[in-house]
């Protein structure tokens, strides 16, 4: 993907040369500069157009004049230590902010050249074409097969039961599960395993044909065997769907995203291809953190 000369403009004027210092315990010659992300935060066929993004929870700031973009059919992970932004700037592009009432956001945030936060937007319609994982699995008190009939029926996507059956079995065939589950679909889904459990959440996210899937830290609560088998179910969906993944885990970003994009404090400080991060990065924090002198 080539880096777009792309021009935009804040919607409240920033000093061109805002600078933060780090805290104390970085680097004391390290300095972020505001909005400016070094290597390659913009793509060519952009899902996601996101220009001049600022969070504020109250009257604090979370998110600090980001710009990105986000490739049709890409993995990006986001990576940086805790609190810096990450989960708060993925929750922006489904809305899921909209449900505290202290947040505002303000920014250009487009899906496919439509604005996510006009007014007249169906959030509802919005959220069936970006799908949301959750860090802990979060099945419905019901069957397996009602989990993932869910989306469809609520949508009216099957009008006829057999319709609702196929729904069912591709869904779950793409997330790995069918043939573990097939002979128990009346099950209730909260007896599964822990990994079954959030390979079902994939399941039921996918179940109304989304365009992106949202994933914030979805193999923290889970054992090694089980998160290699969502890695795996992650670099088959990416054949189909744009996937943003939020990860603790350097080791994760680096098998399974094409880009990684490392936050810090707020910042969006370098975005590039995945392996370009971890061997040879270009900001002096990014290189801090994967070397493992903060985080």
């Known amino acids: 993907m080539n880096t777009l000369n792309t021009t935009v403009t804040s919607e409240a004027e920033m000093p061109e040369e805002n600078v933060v210092p780090v805290q104390e315990d970085k680097p004391a010659e390290t300095v972020i500069e505001e909005g400016?992300?070094?290597?390659?935060?913009?793509?060519?066929?952009?899902?996601?157009?996101?220009?001049?993004?600022?969070?504020?929870?109250?009257?604090?700031?979370?998110?600090?004049?980001i710009s990105l973009d986000i490739a049709r059919n890409e993995v990006i992970a986001f990576i940086g230590p805790s609190?810096?932004?990450?989960?708060?700037?993925?929750?922006?592009?489904?809305?899921?902010?909209d449900?505290?009432?202290?947040c505002r956001v303000k920014g250009s945030l487009q899906l496919d050249d439509h604005d996510i936060y006009d007014p007249k937007r169906d959030v509802v319609e919005l959220r069936a074409r970006v799908g949301m994982v959750f860090?802990?699995?979060?099945?419905?008190?019901?069957?397996?097969?009602?989990?993932?009939?869910?989306?469809?029926?609520?949508?009216?996507?099957?009008?006829?039961?057999?319709?609702?059956?196929?729904?069912?079995?591709?869904?779950?065939?793409?997330?790995?599960?069918?043939?573990?589950?097939k002979d128990r679909l009346d099950a209730t889904a909260t007896g599964m395993s822990g990994g079954q459990q959030q390979r079902l959440c994939i399941a039921r996210?996918?179940?109304?044909?989304p365009e992106v899937v949202l994933m914030d830290e979805p193999c923290s609560a889970l054992d090694p065997?089980?998160?290699?088998?969502?890695?795996?179910?992650?670099a088959e969906l990416s054949e189909s769907y744009t996937i943003v993944i939020v990860t603790h885990s350097m080791q994760q970003a680096a098998r399974v995203s094409h880009r990684t994009a490392y936050f810090h404090l707020g910042h969006l400080v370098e975005v590039n291809e995945t392996n370009k991060v971890f061997t040879s990065p270009?900001?002096?924090?990014t290189e801090s953190y994967i070397t493992g002198r903060f985080g």
């Open 282 to 285: 270009e900001h002096e924090l």
């Open 83 to 97: 609190g810096c932004g990450k989960s708060t700037f993925l929750r922006c592009l489904n809305r899921m902010n």
């Open 205 to 209: 996210a996918i179940a109304v044909s």
């Open 225 to 234: 065997i089980a998160t290699a088998k969502v890695e795996e179910l992650i």
């Open 135 to 181: 860090q802990k699995p979060n099945p419905f008190p019901k069957s397996i097969y009602d989990n993932v009939a869910y989306g469809p029926r609520i949508h009216g996507l099957a009008n006829r039961k057999s319709d609702l059956d196929e729904i069912v079995e591709n869904s779950l065939r793409k997330a790995g599960l069918w043939d573990e589950v």
């Open 36 to 65: 400016k992300t070094v290597g390659r935060p913009f793509a060519d066929d952009a899902k996601f157009k996101l220009r001049n993004v600022e969070v504020f929870y109250g009257q604090d700031r979370a998110i600090k004049n």
């Open 99 to 102: 449900s505290i009432d202290i």
